[in-house]
């Protein structure tokens, strides 16, 4: 009853009076509030992640019934999506993304089965059950050690699951997936006892309490970790490949883009292209005598240690903070700043930064994480080497462009401001990465960086990076190729040292539409010059990304039927 008091009181304004009044109830209103109850009871830790905290002391379910539930409970949304009559424009965008939102999930569910073949899913539930409620501060610490004490008594049911569940999976995501448990033993043992014993402020029963959780999760970990090193690696001869028919379709539920495969295809080839193409122009203009490789290979030569590697990202922030509002390319809300840190051991599965900000629903604790990625400390000389050359100066304020400002932090800020919950809550990734990896391409393009040949060098690295996993997730999935062929690409055509090419192939095979990010930022260009066309001389730079991120990040089709309402043009 509780829960459905705060949702209620959450979604306050979405309905309205009912029939007791003689005014009318909105039942796309009553659809919303009842779709958002049921992702929340299905998954804690999503309303945990969204900023609503009744749920904290449960855990995922899951179980194969809890997944059938599921399936089923989606499709009387899908039922009652499709006999419900909108009562304005807003309702009729937000239910069709809502719509396609669904049957992304019943696709993934019931037909892709990712439940089933990988185990990386369950491995990660650990750290991102745990983490939220240990660093945002929205409830006192003894409370939280309490919600995290109960959220670990329920983790041995979840390897559980994954030893019912999985079988025969790519031994591409075994391999991650035994990585992982690495990381999440490492953050039970240390990281979570460490902060357990700070927050129990002396209660000896809580902390022995949380202890034997604690043990227990551990114990089930490693019992599931030496099951994944042994019987499932054994057993891992899936296929990764999703086939081309199922490509389309996560493309087209997931993103709501249609292209056909090979006109999609045909634009990330032309555009790795032309990226490559200007990528050895620059390349020549730094220094003409050496090769294209050896040029990006002095540029990641000049990089912060490991030791250093925090310092030298903080100190990124400011100045592109500044040169934003300076040049008039966005109006920020507000002056807040996150805080920089290392990546959790358990969410290194190839990313080298990213930022996890609060959910919307979030009323206290507005912490906002930075997080770059570490080498490992039993990794050799030469992989760590490797590892922290893509932490060079040029390449690293690229990335917190991408990160920070005016990419996914600031979303973060903007986030309370979308219209409506079906906005705030969901999101898509050609929207939310694509803005970020055109916000790269745009500062430079408006100056930052003073035209310095490195920094525009190290903008086209990372649209290399990106045009090759466009390429790359088509390929492994719809044309048989490999990892070493992908890993290939990478090296070829994105500059990229060997340890992160493979990182980004094997990336590949469980996140087969890594295309979003360059997708999402040429239908964000399309979409900004058709813009500029609608509204002739009251156009301007920063009224077009102050319309564009208010929106909130829902497909580009969409929201170029907001923006753009009489406008019938193709996203691309």
Request: glycine share 4%.
């Amino acid at each position: 009853m509780r829960f459905v008091l705060v949702l209620a009181l959450l979604f306050v304004g979405c309905t309205q009076p009912g029939p007791h009044t003689g005014e009318i109830t909105n039942p796309f209103a009553d659809l919303t509030n009842d779709y958002f109850l049921a992702m929340f009871e299905y998954s804690p830790t999503a309303a945990t992640a969204a900023g609503l905290h009744t749920y904290d002391a449960k855990l995922d379910d899951l179980s194969a019934t809890a997944v059938a539930n599921r399936i089923a409970k989606l499709k009387t949304f899908q039922a009652r999506l499709a006999a419900v009559k909108t009562q304005t424009a807003d309702d009729a965008v937000d239910a069709e993304f809502l719509a396609s939102q669904i049957k992304a999930e019943v696709y993934d569910l019931e037909t892709l089965q990712t439940w089933k073949r990988n185990p990386m899913h369950y491995i990660e539930l650990a750290g991102g059950a745990v983490d939220g409620l240990m660093k945002r501060d929205f409830a006192p610490p003894q409370a939280r050690l309490q919600l995290v004490t109960a959220r670990l008594k329920q983790l041995p049911s979840a390897y559980e699951a994954m030893q019912a569940n999985v079988s025969n999976p790519p031994k591409e995501f075994t391999d991650l997936a035994i990585r992982m448990t690495k990381g999440t033993v490492q953050f039970l043992e240390k990281d979570v006892a460490a902060w357990a014993t700070e927050a129990s402020s002396g209660d000896a029963t809580a902390l022995a309490e949380f202890k034997k959780a604690d043990e227990a999760a551990l114990t089930a970990l490693k019992t599931a970790a030496a099951w994944l090193s042994s019987d499932l690696k054994a057993a891992s001869k899936g296929d990764y490949s999703i086939g081309a028919d199922a490509f389309s379709k996560k493309l087209l539920y997931e993103e709501m883009v249609d292209i056909p495969l090979n006109k999609l295809l045909a634009i990330g080839e032309a555009n790795l292209e032309k990226d490559y193409r200007k990528f050895l122009e620059v390349a020549d203009r730094i220094d003409p005598k050496k090769t294209p490789a050896q040029v990006m290979a002095s540029l990641s030569s000049e990089h912060p240690s490991a030791e250093r590697l925090l310092p030298a990202t903080k100190q990124t922030l400011a100045g592109i903070r500044k040169f934003l509002v300076d040049k008039k390319i966005l109006n920020l809300p507000n002056e807040q700043l996150p805080i920089v840190r290392e990546t959790p051991p358990f969410a290194r599965n190839g990313s080298f930064a990213s930022m996890d900000s609060p959910g919307v629903l979030e009323a206290k604790a507005n912490e906002a994480f930075y997080y770059v990625t570490p080498p490992e400390k039993d990794w050799d000389a030469k992989h760590t080497e490797e590892h922290l050359r893509l932490y060079n100066k040029p390449v690293m304020d690229v990335i917190t462009i991408h990160e920070v400002f005016p990419g996914h932090f600031t979303q973060f800020l903007f986030s309370k401001q979308y219209p409506t919950k079906i906005r705030q809550l969901l999101f898509t990734s050609s929207n939310a990465e694509g803005w970020a990896h055109y916000a790269e391409q745009m500062m430079v393009e408006e100056g930052y960086g003073l035209n310095d040949p490195k920094l525009a060098l190290a903008q086209l690295s990372e649209a290399l990076l990106r045009d090759c996993r466009y390429i790359a997730g088509i390929k492994l999935h719809t044309e048989g190729w490999t990892v070493q062929q992908a890993t290939k690409l990478f090296m070829e055509k994105g500059f990229q040292e060997r340890a992160n090419a493979f990182e980004e192939a094997r990336r590949g095979t469980y996140n087969p539409t890594y295309l979003y990010y360059t997708l999402g930022k040429l239908q964000i260009y399309k979409l900004r010059e058709d813009y500029r066309q609608a509204k002739g001389i009251e156009y301007s730079l920063i009224n077009f990304h102050d319309a564009f991120i208010k929106v909130g990040p829902m497909p580009l089709k969409l929201v170029r039927k907001i923006m753009l309402p009489l406008d019938k043009n193709p996203t691309l």
